[in-house]
């Protein structure tokens, strides 16, 4: 049986390799194309909250930024941005801005804390016995965060209060070690060690030097500020009014010389070190986003033409910052006075001075308290200026990474701790950082700190870098600012925690924890201080910052016509979501429908006090949880299977047309005893042999194919060439087999083209070629249904590309469907088209060879070529006019169903690719057409 077929193949040699041809090349485009959409694809799970106002539907971050543990449980933590600085270019972000549906994308750039004074009112009026000449009282300052919970005592300081007359360093003038002007018109040396410290004039005449430590510490960035102590001289007036430095007065009236200011009430200055998160942001992106413009409650908004300000003094840079109303800190500090009437500080060494002052009788004088957000708006209440609120260092700057955990049986997660970081992360003396450290970095840490790396300031290039407040917002006035009860993913969204359990509950008070003053803490406080994305180059210039190529930390996306959670506006989002992680490569998540996902958490005991806590944290659990997965869009593959349909059609014609040709040799066969079941698998047989043939090729043309094309195809996936192809050739020739095998032997004697008995003469070529093809229907069918069905896909790949600018979103049966254009699908698309040309253009060929004689029988009457030309022509013509209309209306009314409605444009797209689709089968009727000057007339009327 096999050299039987295999002679038989080799008799009909040109139509053997016709129809390898046409199973390899649909079977290597099949192959080849489905390798084109082995690509990045959201998968969407989750509950949705259908009652959503979020302020964006789509969180953009690095690639990688997603921890395992939100992967896994479809989550997002609290102030993800806290511990996420840069990495996503501004390439990046222009790819996700020319993302088709992309309505706003807002990015933000996490810079890192800058520490800040925040100064707090200690009113000590009571503390003074009016009726000494000379008193200390000693401060004794106690420092409280996370609910009271975190205690620790700080190094004491004193408020000297003298009747006698006090003079300070002169503001005027120029001061040298030497000689240095003070306010009485005179100079003096600086003290060696207190530098030009305030002076006591004493009844005699004589001037002796109050020691100032801080001047001795020089700049005490790397110190605590438990350890910063001072002493205050504060002049007690005749009537009754305390006169004193403007830095020992909180709230003094008028700067005389050497800014000396008076009050009524001994309020003395206390400034805690506190850190604020900076941010950089696109200023009209973050208003369309969030409303930022709208929440500006004193001063101005953030300019987009806002750039780093040179200042007077060599290499004095100023950052123009938007801050906030509202520092969201629990903190405290409460302060114990005690009066030391025998303690004398005048003229005393430093060396010697604190020893000296606590020694003699201590009276309990009081105590005050007062917080970081009191202090905060205090400082606000002044008002904006050059030299008042607000402002802060950014000679060091510290970010702070994400915290680790150990998953418990039940679920909870527990905080790893981390050793408090080295003090030298937070600068020094040597960066010239004016402020010590907050005192809360002592503490267990829970976060990893890191400095972020930017150019140091040297005594021979002095650099002093600060920020300074232009305008003031508040937070609550932002959009999707809500209820923690609600999604804790705005991004200026506080993070609190409240008791999990009895225990944790009484010892908060039942008060939920919030951020304290510790950058290193579990709860990072959201981005307090923002300034322009286009500042960032300015800052970290010669830095050796990795941030500087990749500043954006987060984009937040909202998409267009998409208002409060649909099915249709799902769809939206997760296709725009789908489109920005095929361009970008970023990690995407859906926001849209997301709702809190309450998590238990516990909290190991800190250094200072505070007691183990199990609390529970509202993450945000994504209502449309987006997972990037490796798989192959379906809807293409759906395209691709059209290409073997197509292919199939036409070999199965093919194959019927060759079982018609050897009709007298099947029923001489059957005449010698073969069976029909032989007779059958013969012709099974000789397409089989074709399709493992063509697979084989196929096998091997696949891999250098894909390769060539920049598509990774795999010889994984090229081995499905294989049996795609045996596949594909049994089926087309199963009906043909079948047919043979049935067939009886008188068959034979039967005319191998039928009689079109419905048809009227014909008077007209077009009536002729019309008759001809009805003579066929089957064949005639077969082939304006393959094209039909390349119209009908590339009417539809076409309209979602035009139309609909490459995407179709809408609701069928209830469920919501899209259709994204890929180069693949049009490529499949197009190669249906031409597969369905080529078939009407065989069954032309078909025609031709089965009404030979007839042809002949007409050129013999006198038609001439061109006659017979422009007849196969008219028959190609109608068969295209058939499968193109008939495909150009069913890919219309698919369209039309998903989007629901018919617009002009989808008509005309439509109606385009009806036309092109008559044009290519017109051009592949030329083949066949040309073949009738081949027709040996002579010997096929000699035949008839």
């Known amino acids: 049986m096999l050299s039987f077929i295999w002679r038989q193949l080799r008799g009909r040699a040109g139509r053997s390799v016709a129809l390898l041809v046409g199973v390899l090349v649909a079977t290597t485009g099949f192959v080849v194309l489905t390798g084109a959409t082995t690509t990045s694809r959201l998968d969407v799970t989750g509950t949705v909250e259908r009652n959503t106002d979020a302020a964006y539907d789509i969180l953009v971050r690095p690639k990688g930024a997603r921890t395992p543990l939100e992967a896994e449980r479809r989550l997002v933590q609290p102030n993800y941005l806290s511990g996420l600085f840069g990495g996503i270019t501004t390439a990046q972000y222009d790819q996700v801005q020319a993302v088709t549906g992309v309505d706003v994308a807002a990015p933000i750039a996490m810079l890192g804390y800058s520490t800040a004074p925040v100064t707090t009112a200690m009113d000590l009026t009571d503390a003074v016995d009016r009726s000494l000449d000379r008193q200390v009282i000693r401060i004794d300052p106690r420092f409280v965060a996370e609910r009271g919970l975190s205690t620790a005592p700080g190094r004491a300081r004193y408020l000297y209060v003298t009747k006698h007359p006090i003079i300070h360093a002169s503001n005027d003038g120029v001061s040298s070690s030497d000689a240095t002007p003070y306010t009485d018109g005179r100079s003096y040396p600086w003290d060696e060690t207190c530098g030009p410290s305030p002076r006591e004039v004493l009844p005699d005449g004589r001037t002796q030097s109050i020691c100032n430590p801080r001047y001795a510490m020089g700049s005490p960035g790397a110190y605590s500020e438990r350890e910063d102590w001072a002493v205050m001289p504060v002049r007690l007036l005749p009537d009754g009014r305390f006169e004193a430095h403007v830095n020992v007065l909180a709230d003094g009236e008028g700067h005389g010389p050497g800014y000396v200011t008076t009050s009524d009430r001994l309020r003395i200055r206390y400034d805690l070190t506190v850190p604020f998160l900076l941010a950089a942001v696109d200023p009209a992106a973050e208003d369309r986003l969030v409303g930022l413009a709208g929440t500006v409650v004193e001063g101005r908004a953030l300019r987009p033409d806002d750039s780093v300000i040179e200042g007077s003094r060599r290499g004095h840079h100023t950052v123009p910052v938007l801050t906030t109303s509202r520092p969201f800190l629990d903190e405290e500090l409460r302060v114990g006075a005690t009066r030391l009437p025998a303690a004398r500080p005048g003229g005393m060494p430093l060396a010697d001075l604190e020893r000296e002052l606590r020694r003699g009788p201590a009276i309990p004088a009081g105590d005050a308290s007062a917080d970081v957000v009191s202090g905060w708006r205090s400082r606000l209440a002044e008002g904006l200026s050059p030299t008042g609120c607000c402002f802060g260092q950014l000679q060091d700057i510290v970010q702070a990474g994400t915290p680790e955990y150990d998953r418990l049986p039940d679920g909870t997660l527990r905080v790893r701790p981390l050793p408090p970081a080295a003090p030298e992360v937070y600068g020094g003396h040597q960066d010239f950082n004016p402020y010590p450290r907050p005192w809360l970095t002592e503490d267990v840490g829970a976060r990893p700190l890191r400095e972020l790396s930017l150019k140091k300031s040297t005594p021979k290039e002095p650099l002093w870098r600060e920020w300074r407040a232009v305008g003031v917002f508040d937070p609550q006035k932002l959009t999707g600012f809500s209820d923690l009860g609600k999604v804790p993913l705005e991004t200026y969204e506080p993070p609190r925690a409240a008791g999990a359990d009895a225990a944790s509950r009484d010892a908060l008070g039942g008060q939920p924890l919030e951020p304290s003053g510790n950058p290193a803490g579990y709860l990072a406080a959201p981005p307090l201080l923002l300034t322009t994305l286009t500042i960032v180059p300015e800052l970290l210039t010669d830095g050796g910052s990795p941030q500087a190529k990749a500043p954006i930390s987060a984009i937040r996306v909202r998409v267009a016509d998409v208002d409060g959670y649909s099915e249709h506006a799902a769809e939206q989002v997760r296709l725009v979501a789908e489109r920005i992680a095929q361009v970008t490569g970023l990690d995407v998540d859906i926001t849209l429908g997301s709702s809190p996902a309450p998590q238990a958490v516990e909290l190991p005991a800190g250094s200072f006090g505070r007691p183990a806590l199990r609390l529970t944290e509202n993450w945000s659990a994504l ?214 040309a080529a078939a009407v253009a065989d069954v032309l060929y078909l025609n031709i060879r089965d009404r030979a004689a007839e042809l002949a029988t007409l050129r013999a009457v006198g038609w001439s070529d061109g006659a017979l030309g422009r007849l196969i022509g008219y028959e190609g013509l109608a068969l295209g006019l058939l499968g193109a209309v008939t495909g150009a209306g069913l890919g219309l009314t698919g369209a039309a169903w998903l989007v629901g409605a018919l617009p002009g444009t989808l008509v005309t797209v439509a109606a385009l690719v009806a036309v092109a689709g008559v044009l290519v089968t017109s051009m592949a009727a030329l083949v066949p057409a040309a073949l009738l000057r081949r027709l040996p007339t002579a010997r096929l009327l000699a035949e008839e």
Do not use: Q
């Open 623 to 836: 209502g449309v949880a987006s997972v990037i997965t490796k798989a192959v869009d379906r809807k293409s593959v759906v395209l691709f299977v059209l290409v073997l349909v197509v292919c199939a059609l036409f070999l199965g014609n093919a194959v019927a047309a060759a079982v018609r040709d050897r009709r007298s040799e099947l029923a001489v066969l059957a005449c010698l005893g073969w069976p029909a079941r032989r007779i059958g698998t013969l012709i099974l047989g000789e397409v089989a042999a074709l399709g493992l043939a063509a697979g084989l090729l196929a096998l091997a043309l696949a891999v250098p194919l894909g390769a060539a094309l920049g598509i990774d195809v795999g010889w994984r996936r090229a081995l499905l060439a294989v049996p795609v192809a045996l596949l594909l050739a049994l089926v087309a020739g199963l009906t043909p087999a079948l047919r043979a095998a049935r067939a009886h032997p008188a068959a034979a004697l039967r005319p191998a083209v039928a009689t079109a008995r419905w048809v009227r003469r014909p008077r007209t070529l077009v009536g002729l070629a019309l008759a001809n093809l009805a003579r066929t229907p089957g064949r005639t069918l077969l082939g304006a249904g393959a094209l039909a069905i390349g119209v009908a896909a590339l009417t539809l790949v076409a309209a979602a590309g035009y139309a609909f600018r490459g995407a179709i979103v809408g609701s069928l049966l209830g469920d919501t469907v899209s259709l994204s254009v890929r180069g693949a699908d049009t490529m499949a698309a197009v190669a249906t088209v031409l597969l369905g």
